[in-house]
């Protein structure tokens, strides 16, 4: 896990996906699991673009993206990645990153759909508009 303070400036962060400032206050400090994630899907500029949807590794307690054929933790979305974060050269070290897991996301504005089993894992904290 990589938690040094560096400065670095990459390309634009679109949070066009979150629907209100709602909850945006209120986000959790996670770290990403990146072998997990696929270069070319999930961060083909160089860093997991900000609203990713992700789910949590039982093994481990890190996140890695959502995905309902999972049989790893990943199966179940929990909430979207806040903001962007680089992604390190190698896929062994794991970057911290804020979840956002409360609040409106304009789903026509996600980087990775969710299909209708992650929108039931979160009905009553997440609302698709």
């Known amino acids: 896990m990589e938690l040094s303070i560096k400065t670095q400036t990459f390309g634009n962060d679109d949070q066009s996906w979150l629907g209100s400032e709602h909850g945006t206050q209120a986000t959790e400090t996670i770290v990403l699991d990146t072998s997990t ?3 070319a899907t999930h961060y083909p500029e160089g860093f997991f673009k900000s609203g990713i949807p992700l789910g949590q590794i039982t093994s481990g307690g890190k996140f890695g ?23 390190p ?12 897991v409360h ?21 009553g904290s997440i609302r698709f508009v």
């Open 37 to 39: 994630f696929t270069p």
């Open 65 to 87: 993206p959502y995905d309902n054929a999972a049989s790893d933790g990943r199966e179940k979305l929990v909430g979207f990645l806040f903001a962007a974060v680089p992604a």
């Open 103 to 123: 609040g409106k996301v304009r789903e026509s504005r996600l980087p990775v759909a969710v299909d209708a089993a992650g929108k039931a894992d979160v009905a």
């Open 89 to 100: 050269a190698v896929n062994t070290l794991d970057p911290a990153a804020a979840l956002f």
